[in-house]
């Protein structure tokens, strides 16, 4: 049986009116066991509705942090207001919500490949909008436990306010330079989708959708290989990618012609290249 537990809103940060970093302590005190890539389930009551509104968040903490768990949350608006959206982003600090315990295998972080040898594959983070939230606390994890593999996190968004992690990001990316890459090999990207945009202004970064990172420039690398100054190739690099199935297919449809393939479609030995979850 599901057990349904209770928990305290401690800490909202909006980023803007419907964006918003919440942090939640169990009202136990106890921080469940979790994996960074797995989601929670949380529970409110909406006026109107009979049952309890129950919805899944990606955790944007890392299993490390034994004092809340955060979660970077979208209000959706359209065509009609969020259920359990609205009711979060109307409540306050000290509100109570429910939770059920984290679970999610799509996203786990993967460690050995099929012959049993550890995966040392360059690990490629793609997150669209809010799907940046389990590659938070994949950076945040690999940083604790001392992962030396290269990391390299890329995050798309539509407006410069929208990139939720930049200031974890950019540290951990200075972290790189000042400790060295063969202690701790961190590059984080982001991409802005309407760079065209007044608010967007003062952005001189990559543009488009975060997947054209992978679009190989005519006839030579992509944007992503002159990052890393190698050629991407299954051997050396895994993919994780977040967002909406726009984001997934568009990823994919660059990454299969050099051969990959994802988890759910793995070869008869067991191998891939891709792992995702998608929006919806
Ligand atoms: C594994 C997983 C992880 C997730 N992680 C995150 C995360 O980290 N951050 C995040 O922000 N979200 C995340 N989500 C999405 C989240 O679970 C919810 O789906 C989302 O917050 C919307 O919930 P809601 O109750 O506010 O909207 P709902 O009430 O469920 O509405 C959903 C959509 O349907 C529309 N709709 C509802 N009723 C009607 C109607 N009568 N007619 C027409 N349209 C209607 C709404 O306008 C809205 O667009 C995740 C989802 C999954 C599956
Ligand atoms: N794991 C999950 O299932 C999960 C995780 C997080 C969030 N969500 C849910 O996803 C919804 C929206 O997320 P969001 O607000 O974070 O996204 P968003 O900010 O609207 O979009 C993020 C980026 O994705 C691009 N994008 C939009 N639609 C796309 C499509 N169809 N194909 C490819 N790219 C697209 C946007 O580009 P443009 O500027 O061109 O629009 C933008 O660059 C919310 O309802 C949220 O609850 C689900």
Known sequence: MVTENKATITYVQLLKEDLGIFRLVPNDGEVPEYKAGQFITLGMRVPGE???IRRAYSIASHPENRRYIELVIRWVRKPVPGRLTTQLFNAREGDEVTWIRPTGAALLINDRLPDGRRDERRIVCVGGGTGIAPFASFASHLHAVGDRREIVVLHGASYVDELSYKSLFTDL????????????????????SRPQEWFNRSWGGHTGRVETFLRPADGGRSPLEELVGEKITGENTIFYICGWQGTIDGAMDYLRPSGFVTQREKRPDGSFEVKFESYG
């Open 173 to 192: 990316e200075y972290e790189s330079l000042d400790r060295g890459r063969d202690r701790w090999n961190f590059t984080y990207r982001a991409a802005i």
């Open 50 to 52: 009979k049952n309890v």
